[in-house]
């Protein structure tokens, strides 16, 4: 539905809201968000460009957020990075004489009309302060590593 460059800016933008809206360097963000600093500086500057973030250069500097996290929405970090919900207008099969949607394709319209209203207004705000939640925010992962089991050495025949 969103694309991974969506979900990467989510990723920062949410780290940035609990650290309490920044300023942090694209590295440290990057650790927080298991993206690669490469890829997410060019996103955090996409951000910045777009209002979402501020960028400060130098000692001190970083990347913080521009607005409160309250103030930001789902659908705006989405707008940024070019993620457009896909409604449907018309006949995606393109048969003449469908002037109106046939009732699947009005479902799924009205469903994607749904999740971008819950988008708009869901803010970053609400992501980070939702106390009923008990797994961590989009990007803050647990310290432990994850056990892996050890390779099987039977052979079979």
């Given amino acids: 539905m969103i694309s991974q460059t969506s979900e990467y800016a989510l990723r ?5 809201a609990n650290v309490g809206g920044g300023p942090a360097v694209a590295q440290e ?6 993206v690669s600093v490469g890829y997410l500086h060019k996103i955090l500057r996409l951000l910045a460009r777009n209002g979402i973030l501020d960028a400060q250069r130098g ?3 970083g990347f913080s957020l521009a607005r409160p996290p309250s103030d930001i929405s789902v659908l705006d970090v989405l707008h940024v990075t070019e993620s457009e919900l896909a409604r449907i ?3 995606p099969l393109g048969i003449e004489g469908h002037t109106e949607l046939c009732p699947l394709h009005r479902l799924l319209d009205e469903q994607m009309a749904a999740i971008e209203h819950v988008f708009q207004s ?3 705000g609400d992501l980070v302060s939702d106390e009923s939640v008990r797994t961590h925010p989009l990007c803050r992962f647990p310290s432990a590593k994850i056990a892996r089991p050890a390779p099987s050495t039977d052979v079979q025949d």
């Fill in 89 to 91: 207008d018309g006949c």
């Fill in 12 to 16: 920062a933008v949410v780290h940035l």
């Fill in 122 to 124: 869901t803010s970053i």
């Fill in 29 to 34: 963000i990057a650790e927080a968000t298991h």
């Fill in 59 to 61: 000692v001190g500097g």
